[in-house]
């Protein structure tokens, strides 16, 4: 009996000391006192991170804890801190006690005014901790103050430390021993694709406005990309790849602040660039001009490599109507239908067909017979419809049917493709 009650006591104990590990309101271990971080083999050594020419992160950092002496097999959450110094933590830990958790938006600043302590963002479930190059980099360029102005790859000295916790448990709280690392040479982690703003007449020459942005096509390319609606009369305008100051960060046609006219020679114009290095420097601040702008929208691919523009007069996507009507001429853009607006995905038009040639499908790319076409049906055979009452109705899918009236006395037909719901409609006009 007595062994009987000394393991039902050992039960009771265990499951007393696992549920302390979800719910701090339920029977809790006691707070850790012990929480080592190690340190890493090469500690003494030059970490280096980089990226590749896209800013994918290289190298990353691995770092590995004992867990708090919780007592029981609980899994803690564990979260990586780094700091100039041990003084920068001690600092930030005398903060914490005299005024609470630090606010994410307003963290405890250095006499320098960069944060004392930068808190990584990944949090692990394990006591092996992989930190991506790009996230340890972010927290040792947050101390520092580094960017992409005032850093050129120099090695800093850093402070390593984790914080381990239980969810909900908020007495069992532990920061591991502090290791230094003599030598970290960071890089400048760029979070997304970067973005230049137009500035000039269609947006009132605001220089504070973002709305007409245009997008790094990837990452770390420094090529650019919109599509901008410009009223006739208002084709002036320079890019900003920073907004606040007009004496910096101008991307234009010429350093000199007057406008350059430029001309489009079948719908294109390409030309050369010219940027500002910021600190007020006036540097490229030429705007582009077209005094004989009828309005419409024009398509913008700026190039930071080469240093230079290119500018297309954007009529939106098409697609090509391919059949009797142009001779079936795979490669012919003469027939097409235009996007309504940007990615609405409806197409109209207005084609005129001869009496006897009423027989096409539709392709949204040339050149390719048997790809990118969209028809009455998925063989290659025409399906009979009648115009008779003044217009048709119907289906279509990704395919290469044709529609065909035989009847056709010839005239303009007005089309309408909704590759929404796939529905496409021709009304005589």
């Keep these: 009996m007595k062994k009987i009650s000394i393991f039902a006591t050992l039960l009771m104990l265990l499951g007393l000391g696992m549920s302390s590990c979800k719910e701090d309101t339920q029977p809790r271990l006691s707070a850790p006192t012990e929480f080592v971080l190690n340190t890493p083999p090469a500690a003494d ?8 020419d896209k800013n994918q992160s290289l190298y990353d950092i691995e770092f590995t804890v004992s867990q708090p002496n919780y007592g029981l097999g609980c899994v803690p959450d564990y979260q990586v801190q780094v700091a100039k110094s041990k003084a920068d933590f001690d600092a930030w830990d005398t903060l914490i006690s005299e005024n609470g958790n630090e606010d994410p938006k307003n963290p405890f600043l250095g006499n320098d005014g960069n944060p004392l302590v930068s808190t990584l963002e990944t949090i692990f479930t394990t006591a092996k901790m992989t930190v991506t190059g790009d996230v340890f980099s972010g927290g040792v360029n ?15 000295p850093v402070a390593v430390r984790v914080h381990a916790w239980l969810p909900n448990a908020n007495y069992s709280s532990i920061f591991s021993n502090i290791i230094e690392l003599p030598q970290v040479s960071s890089y400048i982690p760029i979070a997304g694709p970067g973005e230049i703003y137009l500035i000039g007449q269609p947006q009132g020459w605001n220089i504070s406005e973002s709305k007409m942005v245009a997008v790094e096509t990837e990452i770390g390319s420094k090529v650019y990309h919109g ?20 004496n910096s960060w101008s991307i234009g046609a010429q350093d000199e602040d007057n406008p ?3 001309t489009f020679t079948d719908g294109k114009y390409s030309g050369p660039i010219f940027v500002s290095a910021g600190g007020g420097d006036e540097k490229g601040k030429g705007a582009w001009q077209d005094s004989s702008w009828e309005g419409g929208k024009v398509e913008v691919v700026i190039n930071m490599n080469d240093m230079t523009i290119d500018m297309t007069m954007f009529e939106g996507r098409k697609v090509y109507v391919i059949g009797a009507c142009n001779d079936w001429q795979i490669n012919s853009d003469k027939l097409a239908l235009k996007e309504t607006e940007d990615d609405s995905n409806i197409y109209t038009g207005t084609i005129n067909v001869e009496a006897g040639k009423f027989i096409f499908r539709f392709y949204t790319a ?7 076409s969209i028809g009455s ?3 290659d055979s025409p399906l009979a419809i009648s115009m008779a009452g003044g217009s048709y109705t119907g289906a279509c899918v990704d395919g290469k049917g044709s529609w065909q009236d035989d009847s056709w006395a010839g005239g303009d037909v007005n089309i309408t493709l909704d590759l929404n719901d796939y529905q496409v409609t021709f009304e005589k006009k």
């Design 45 to 52: 050594q030059l970490y280096i991170f980089r990226a590749n």
């Design 142 to 156: 947050s101390v520092y103050g580094l960017t992409a102005e005032n850093y050129n790859g120099e090695a800093v």
């Design 260 to 262: 350059v006219d430029i």
């Design 227 to 246: 599509v901008f609606d410009i009223p006739a009369g208002q084709f002036q305008f320079r890019f900003y790849s920073q907004l606040g100051d007009w």
């Design 366 to 372: 040339l050149g390719d017979w048997d790809a990118n």
């Design 377 to 379: 049906g998925v063989e």
